[in-house]
């Protein structure tokens, strides 16, 4: 099997079960599909599509993929259009970013791709992004946390 397929496929058990030990990714691969893997095999495959071990419960651990490169590449874009933001507005649960005409789809864009729990939901217009959030406190968290940036309060 070539290596694209068998990163695809590994992922995709990966999503579909909780393997506590490689050994059992093997077998998994083995019995279903007929797919002969080392354990160093694995273990390369497993660092390749980014997939650790984290904890899920008590002393209970499950291989799961963490991607952050998209919230890294995000984070970096968002950092390069804060010329573009001209004025950030906190009202109750809603913060609203003023950007210069044409950018706040593109921010928006950026916002979305962090997948923020916090964040119930934008809205991208021309000029104005509007971010939902649950409370005062978690709408400052948020505007802390993605732009850093003094903010006024409505």
Same mark, same amino acid.
């Given at each position: 099997?070539?290596?694209?397929?068998?990163?695809?496929?590994?992922?995709?058990?990966?999503?579909?079960?909780?393997?506590?030990?490689?050994?059992?990714?093997?077998?998994?691969?083995?019995?279903?599909?007929?797919?002969?893997?080392?354990?160093?095999?694995?273990?390369?495959?497993?660092?390749?599509?980014?997939?650790?071990?984290?904890?899920?419960?008590?002393?209970?651990?499950?291989?799961?993929?963490?991607?952050?490169?998209?919230?890294?590449?995000?984070?970096?874009?968002?950092?390069?259009?804060?010329?573009?933001?001209?004025? $950030?507005?906190?009202? +109750?649960?809603?913060?609203?970013?003023? *950007? %210069?005409?044409?950018? =706040?789809?593109? &921010?928006? @864009?950026?916002?979305?791709?962090?997948?923020?729990?916090?964040?119930?939901?934008? $809205?991208?217009?021309? +000029?104005?992004?509007?971010?939902?959030? *649950? %409370?005062?406190?978690? =709408?400052?968290? &948020?505007? @802390?946390?993605?732009?850093?940036?003094?903010?006024?309060?409505?």
């Amino acid at each position: 099997m070539k290596k694209e397929k068998r990163l695809d496929l590994l992922l995709s058990i990966i999503k579909q079960n909780n393997f506590s030990k490689k050994q059992e990714i093997v077998d998994y691969l083995v019995e279903h599909f007929d797919v002969y893997c080392s354990l160093t095999t694995i273990s390369r495959d497993l660092d390749k599509l980014e997939v650790y071990k984290i904890p899920i419960s008590n002393n209970k651990y499950f291989y799961k993929q963490i991607s952050q490169s998209k919230q890294i590449k995000a984070r970096r874009k968002l950092k390069t259009y804060s010329e573009e933001i001209h004025n $950030i507005i906190i009202k +109750d649960s809603y913060i609203l970013v003023k *950007t %210069s005409p044409g950018f =706040a789809q593109s &921010i928006n @864009y950026y916002i979305d791709q962090l997948k923020m729990k916090e964040i119930l939901g934008t $809205i991208g217009g021309n +000029d104005t992004i509007m971010i939902l959030t *649950t %409370s005062n406190e978690r =709408a400052k968290y &948020i505007c @802390y946390q993605l732009f850093n940036a003094s903010k006024n309060e409505g």
